[in-house]
């Protein structure tokens, strides 16, 4: 696909996902909070089906959302979608400056939602914070997404698999907030809107802007290619490469006499 016309899918993915958002948002704050929707009967259903086991396993995973852990994998995501050393130190760049910003926004609007959290007796887990959108969510999808795109640039083998499984990753991190009882399922969904949003702003950022010779992914021959101009020049509609222009200046030579002052002004034999 063109740089143009991924910054034009990518531009309209998250416009859209941010239209999302905003209707969502102002549900929420139109129902003071509340639960909507499923929210009340979801977080019902994980309290009641908690076995040990299944607790230790969502908890070992929801904190993979959080931390360095996702950080670190923005740098690897860097690093596989960049092939020279100049392209990875910029996407490293760019994925911690993707994320970052990402979770600096969503702070601010966690604090103008101020969505409480679901009763404190349900939860399983440590929180802290206003819960829409959901944090560990939203950095949780914005990691995967990232990864995701480093995969599609470099496309290895499997790179069907890896995407799948990368992006279950993603979305379960956002569910098991909803089973260990610490937000609303809306809340997953706005950080799961959130993180598509914001992400599909940046890539569209990055390929409308970023030159080619800077752009993860491109090889040196892409970077060259298009800035050599052809050697020749064009006389009725042919153009002429540089060993047609030496033939050509051959026979000329050939076709006519020496340019000698001693034989000027004598004829040619026949």
């Known amino acids: 696909m063109k740089r143009g016309e991924a910054a034009e899918l990518a531009g309209s993915c998250g416009l859209g996902a941010w239209t999302a958002f905003g209707v969502l948002t102002m549900v929420v704050v139109g129902h003071d909070g509340t639960p909507l929707f499923a929210d009340a009967d979801l977080l ?10 299944a607790v230790e396993l969502a908890r070992g995973l929801t904190d993979t959302g959080t931390g360095v852990i996702p950080y670190a994998l923005a740098v690897l995501a860097a690093l596989i979608a960049g092939r020279t050393p100049r392209q990875r130190a910029l996407a490293v760049a760019l994925c911690l400056g993707c994320l970052g910003a990402g979770q600096g926004l969503r702070y601010a609007v966690m604090a103008l939602v101020t969505r409480p959290r ?16 959901s944090g560990h969510t939203t950095t949780a999808a914005l990691t995967a997404g990232l990864l ?25 991190v956002g569910l098991t907030r909803v089973y260990l009882g610490v937000h609303w399922f809306t809340d997953v969904v706005g950080g799961w809107l959130f993180a598509l949003g914001w992400l599909g702003l940046c890539l569209s950022a990055v390929a409308r802007w970023l030159p080619d010779r800077w752009a993860p992914g491109a090889t040196d021959t892409d970077s060259a ?3 050599a101009e052809p050697t020749g020049s064009t006389a009725g509609g042919r153009t002429h490469t540089a060993a047609e222009q030496t033939d050509v200046a051959r026979e000329q030579r ?6 000698d ?3 000027r002004g004598r004829s040619r034999p026949a």
């Open 44 to 53: 019902s259903w994980s309290v009641g089906h908690r076995p040990d086991v």
């Open 118 to 133: 679901p009763p404190l007796t349900d939860w399983a887990t440590h929180a802290s914070g206003w819960a829409f959108p």
């Open 148 to 172: 995701i795109i480093a995969i599609r640039i470099r496309g290895p083998r499997g790179r069907t698999v890896l995407t799948l499984v990368i992006g279950g990753w993603g979305a379960s």
């Open 225 to 227: 290619r298009g800035t």
């Open 254 to 259: 050939e076709g006519h006499a020496s340019d």
């Open 261 to 263: 002052p001693g034989r």
